[in-house]
């Protein structure tokens, strides 16, 4: 039996194995182990599971920043001629107060207190897509053994 067809079997009993009693519960899963031929603690993760509609997305803490963030991050990276996180983060403040004296990057309060309180970390996991894109050479991003190939 393949995998797939032990998924379609299992979302078939799974109502009938919630609503069922003790005993009934046992058949289920005599009937499950017998005809699968998995394992009964197997049978009995798979019949608790929710069904495929039903399960849970957004697992783990919530995101702080928004996609709003990062495009003026990138502004802000580029004009710092693309520093690293660690060096960005203490210039955050002086290149928006300077960007915004001259009326070049009208930010919202919110998303200028966001930007002023980046750590380096932070700043380096969200520009990680853009470096990759505009770097794809870079020594660093090629990782052990590239020679090899």
Avoid at 36 to 47: D, E, Q, S, W
């Amino acid at each position: 039996m393949t995998q797939h067809a032990r998924h379609e079997y299992a979302d078939a009993l799974r109502a009938r194995y919630r609503a069922a009693s003790k005993q009934d519960k046992g058949r289920i899963l005599n009937e499950y182990c017998r005809t699968t031929g998995c394992h009964r603690k197997a049978a009995i993760r798979r019949l608790h599971q929710p069904p495929p509609g039903e399960r849970r997305a957004g697992r783990g803490r919530p995101r702080r920043y928004g996609p709003e963030v990062v495009p003026a991050l990138v502004r802000l990276w580029q004009l710092s001629d693309r520093l690293c996180g660690k060096l960005l983060a203490p210039l955050i403040p002086v290149l928006l107060a300077a960007l915004e004296r001259h009326g070049t990057l009208p930010l919202a309060p919110a998303l200028r207190t966001q930007l002023e309180g980046l750590s380096a970390a932070t700043i380096d996991r969200l520009l990680r897509p853009v470096r990759r894109r505009l770097l794809p050479d870079h020594p660093r991003g090629r990782g052990c053994g590239h020679e090899l190939d």
